[in-house]
Each structure stands twice: as structure tokens, then as C-alpha cells.
């Protein structure tokens, strides 16, 4: 298990265990980064980002560029009416491909209005909690905190 000697790490172990009922030593910090912040995995299938406000911004404006398949499809599906979710599509298509089908819609924004008002527009409307909790779409906060389930 990894054992963060950063206190604000700690505090965000203590926030996370508290909202789950449970005990901080539960509570492994990822290796990695995601969206630039060290996420929490508690047992073999939850995993958790604990991020302060402006924290939280900042992850949501970082998710923006990786999730571009994902935000065009979702607009496309919604604009035509089309009875479809892209995780339906996730198990069909490798990795791969869709991390390739990412960088040519980022081209294509990077040849037009660029990234940063994509991003401002998403955060504008209030998108924090869908581009960040994978799992529910939902944003918690708790002692400073703000909590999203990633899975």
C-alpha cells in the first residue's frame, strides 16, 4: 500500500474514509495520475478523485481533451434523438482506436476555436461532476472536498 507523507493527501484519505464509513488505511493512492491529481482506489473496484474546488477545475479542464470522443458522440447522439450511450460502444472498439479517434478531434479543435473555450464552455454549464465522475455523474463534497466516484 501506498503511503502518502503529504498532508493534504492525508486530509483527502481522512475526507474519503469518513464519506465511505470506512478506515483510512482502506484507502490506497494510485501510483499514476488522472487528469493530473492522484486518484484513491478502495477494495478491487471503486476508484475515487478527492479534489478541492479549485482542484476540481482544473481535472475537469484536463478531462476535457481526453474525453473529446466522448463528448462529441454524447452531443450527436442527443441532438438527433438517438437511443445510445458511447459506453455502449466501449466494449466494441479497442483502446486504441479510440485514443486515435481522440487526437484527430483534438486536431480538428486545435485548427478551429481551440481548446480553451471548449473548455471554458463545458465548465460553464456546469459539467464539473459529468466530466469527472465516471461513475454516477455525481459530485459530493465533504469537509472542503469535493468527491467523484471514477468507477
Known amino acids: 500500500m501506498h503511503n502518502s507523507q503529504d498532508p493534504v493527501m492525508q486530509q483527502k484519505r481522512e475526507v474519503l474514509a469518513r464519506f465511505l464509513g470506512v478506515g483510512t488505511a482502506d484507502l490506497r493512492v494510485s501510483n499514476g495520475h488522472l487528469y493530473g491529481f492522484k486518484a484513491f482506489f478502495y477494495g478491487n473496484d471503486a476508484a475515487y478523485l478527492v ?10 479542464e484536463n478531462s476535457v481533451q ?9 452531443s450527436l447522439f442527443a441532438y438527433f434523438d438517438i437511443d445510445s450511450t458511447p459506453p455502449d460502444l466501449v466494449g466494441k472498439i479497442k483502446t486504441k482506436e479510440i485514443r486515435q479517434a481522440n487526437e484527430e478531434i483534438k486536431k ?13 464552455r463545458m465548465l460553464a454549464f456546469g459539467n464539473r461532476k459529468n466530466l469527472l ?10 469537509d472542503g472536498f469535493f468527491i467523484y466516484r471514477l468507477y
Open 66 to 74: 481526453e474525453k473529446l470522443w466522448l463528448i462529441c458522440l454524447e
Open 51 to 60: 479534489l478541492s474546488d479549485a482542484e476540481a477545475t482544473r481535472a475537469a
Open 133 to 142: 465522475a465516471d461513475y454516477d455523474q455525481a459530485e459530493h463534497y465533504l
Open 108 to 120: 480538428l479543435i486545435h485548427h478551429t476555436c481551440g481548446m480553451e473555450p471548449l473548455k471554458k
